[in-house]
């Protein structure tokens, strides 16, 4: 298993799934991302279309949306996480949905085998996307923006792509590696919102559930986690300012790959 895999797992062991019990309340000026994610993967199905989801996790994103598919296969790199992924597939009662130990890198699947393809704060493996897709078909990517959880990291001196708000927008970046691999990005939507964790023991929780501050460990942490509670309480909560956004690409066409 990869370090990130392994994450994922002791996530899925400690809280069942991709989530944790921390409370807040969310305020989402731009819309809700995944909401407006399973809204144009759900507009993308069909009674015959096949659905690709990579970095599937515990599955329950996928299984919202799957009902508008023919068929649909989750693949995710962390046992555990699919152990939690078969569990709530059996709850919905939904058969024509499968999930794979597999890497998105090496997919194993034929060339042109499925009509789409979603990665939901997964990975984005451009040019293996292109030759699993059949032409005409579409690939939805929701990534992590360069302005999430930026005063977190910046009172850490850590984090996930610590210092990218410097830089190209992380955005821009996936919808160029898209482009590169032959795609044509029909949409690049940004989503900021704000997270108010109801108590500092929220805000801890969350922190064990996703990898926004690599290896965080309360104890060892615990002088940066105060300092950034003491600046970020408010009276709605503990803020996290969130950034997250959502790119969608379509695979030319034969007689549009023909003509470029
Ligand atoms: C942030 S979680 C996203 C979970 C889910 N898509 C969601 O939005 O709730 C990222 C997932 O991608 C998986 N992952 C990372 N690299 C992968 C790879 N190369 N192939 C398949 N899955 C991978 C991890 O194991 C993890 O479960």
Redesign the pocket.
Known sequence: M?M??E???R??ERFGG??SDARSTDVFPDGRP?AAFDELVTALGAPQARLL??????????LRVCPAYGAAT?????PS?LECAARYRAEAGLAHVTFEL????HTGLPDGDVDVV??????L?AQEFERVLRPGGAVVY?G?GEQDARELKETFGRGQDFDSWNGRPLSEEVAQELSDAGFVVTRNQAFRFEEFYHSPGDLDTFLHQ??IIDNYDSAADEEAFDRYVTAATTDQGVRLSRHWFIVQAQKPTAVESSHS
């Open positions: 990869t990130d895999a994450f994922y797992s996530v899925a991709y989530f995944d989801d990579v970095g599937c996790a515990d599955g329950r994103s996928l989750g693949i995710d790199l962390s996480m597999c890497d998105a890198a979603t990665s939901r704060r997964g990975p493996i929701m992590i996703v990898p």
